[in-house]
C-alpha cells in the first residue's frame, strides 16, 4: 500500500541506504572565526561536522554517546582552552569510560607547553596539533587521515 501512495520511496529508500556516509567529526572549540572557517571547509572536504562550544556540552555529548543516544564520532577535535573548562578534563572523561575510551581525540590549541602536552599524551590524546603551525590544507588532510579506520 504505501508503495502506491509513495511510488518513489522505494527508490529513494534505496538510494539513501547505499549511500556512503560521511565521516562524522566532532569540534569542540569556542572560537568563532574558526568555528565559522571549519563550517565551511570541512564539509567541501566530504566531512560532517558537529560543534560546540563548551566544555560541559562535550561532557554531555559523551554521556549521550556512552548511552546510545548520540552517534560515535569519527574524529573528535578538542581545544584546551573553553570557556567554561579546561580541554583536559573533557579528555579525562571520554579515557574513563569503556564506550568511549578509544575514541579518536585530537587536541587543538594555540599554547605549547612540553609539560602540558606530556600531560595530553598521558591522559591518552592521540595527537597534539599547535594550530598556527599548519596551514588550513594541512589540517584538513590531517583531519582526513583521523577519520579513517
Known sequence: MPNKLFPGLRKFYIIL???PMK??????EDDRAIINLYK???????????????G?????RLEEIRQGKKERP??????????????IEVLKEARKYPETKN?????????????????LT?????????????SLNELV???KEGVKP
Open 56 to 60: 560541559q556540552d562535550a561532557i554531555k
Open 74 to 87: 569519527n574524529l573528535i577535535l578538542l581545544d584546551l582552552i573553553l570557556p567554561d573548562i579546561n580541554g
Open 23 to 28: 565521516p562524522k567529526i566532532l569540534i569542540i
Open 103 to 119: 575514541l579518536k581525540i585530537y587536541i587543538l590549541t594555540n599554547y605549547y607547553q612540553p609539560e602540558s602536552n606530556e600531560e
Open 122 to 134: 598521558k591522559e591518552g590524546a592521540d595527537k597534539i596539533l599547535i594550530k598556527s603551525q599548519y
Open 17 to 19: 541506504c547505499n549511500r
Open 40 to 54: 565551511e571547509v570541512l564539509p567541501m572536504a566530504g566531512l560532517e561536522i558537529d560543534i560546540l562550544d563548551f
Open 141 to 143: 588532510q590531517i583531519f
